[in-house]
């Protein structure tokens, strides 16, 4: 769903030497960020650009979707547009 940004950094090697919570992120949506918690390449994962488009995101993942698509275009734009514009769930079927 978000596209994967090519990276030279060895995010992996990080993960082996920090001894810390590991938290990933970049081009993460619901099921790469199952595998890669369930992989053990991560304690947790951030997200952006989904979070951005999906402001009940956490719900979202919940019940693995809809998702509203980012729209980059508005990306930046500086003001309101894009942020908060997003359709949330319905309210009485996210407290189901
Ligand atoms: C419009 C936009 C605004 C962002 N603003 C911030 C910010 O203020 N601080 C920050 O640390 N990262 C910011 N980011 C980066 C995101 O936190 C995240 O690292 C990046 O989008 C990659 O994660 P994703 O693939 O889940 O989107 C922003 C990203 C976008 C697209």
Known sequence: ???????????????????????????????????AIAGERADFIAFGRLFIANPDLPERLRRNGPFNVPRPASFYAGGAQGYDDYPALDTASAAA
């Open 1 to 35: 769903m978000v596209e994967d940004r090519a990276s030279e950094f060895d995010f992996q090697r990080l993960r082996q030497i920090f001894n810390g919570a590991y938290i990933a992120n970049g081009g993460y949506d619901r099921d790469s960020a199952v595998a």
